[in-house]
């Protein structure tokens, strides 16, 4: 069995369009490669989003969760390809399912999003991903997501 692929944050922004502050991931393991792969999230109070969400009880919205698996599954598809780098591709969110928030998010948590292609259909993918925090399941949903040129 060969060792799992650790990109960090510059070889993520390669793969990646998204910047500051919508970039949800700070590191990315690859267990198999354009298959199975962990994303790392780490939040503190400087998250523009905590300033809002609220001020009293800062807590990371569902939608950025969901976002953060989405990125996690867009950066597994993108490695898949050799010279990732320099191909004019992106990967595009199509839909969610089966979405479900069970414990908040927020400052000073490490969430890791659990991402797996579960179908693929010519440039289209579907993955399940369960995000957790501690150990401890935050979120889950499957996503749909395709490639495209651009």
Same mark, same amino acid.
């Given at each position: 069995? /060969?060792? #799992?692929? @650790?990109?960090? @944050?510059?070889e993520i922004m390669k793969m990646l369009p998204h910047r500051?502050?919508?970039?949800? @991931?700070?590191?990315? +393991?690859i267990e198999e490669n354009g298959v199975k792969g962990i994303g790392l999230k #780490?939040?503190? =109070? #400087? +998250?523009l989003f905590?300033? $809002?969400?609220?001020?009293n009880n800062p807590i990371m919205p569902g939608v950025l969760q969901l976002e953060a698996m989405a990125q996690t599954a867009g950066c @597994? &598809? =993108? /490695?898949? +390809?050799?010279d990732y780098a320099?191909?004019?591709?992106s &990967?595009?969110? =199509?839909s969610i399912d089966g979405a479900k928030f069970r414990k908040p998010v927020r400052p000073g948590d490490q969430m890791k999003m659990y991402l797996e292609k579960t179908k693929v259909h010519h440039n289209i993918f579907v993955f399940h991903g369960v995000s957790k925090v501690d150990d401890q399941v935050v979120s +889950?949903?499957?996503?749909?997501? =395709? &490639? &495209?040129? $651009?």
């Open positions: 069995m /060969s060792e #799992n692929t @650790i990109y960090n @944050i510059d500051y502050p919508f970039l949800l @991931i700070d590191r990315l +393991e #780490n939040l503190t =109070m #400087n +998250e905590f300033q $809002g969400h609220f001020p @597994i &598809v =993108m /490695s898949a +390809e050799p320099t191909k004019k591709k &990967v595009l969110f =199509m +889950e949903a499957d996503l749909t997501a =395709m &490639v &495209v040129d $651009g």
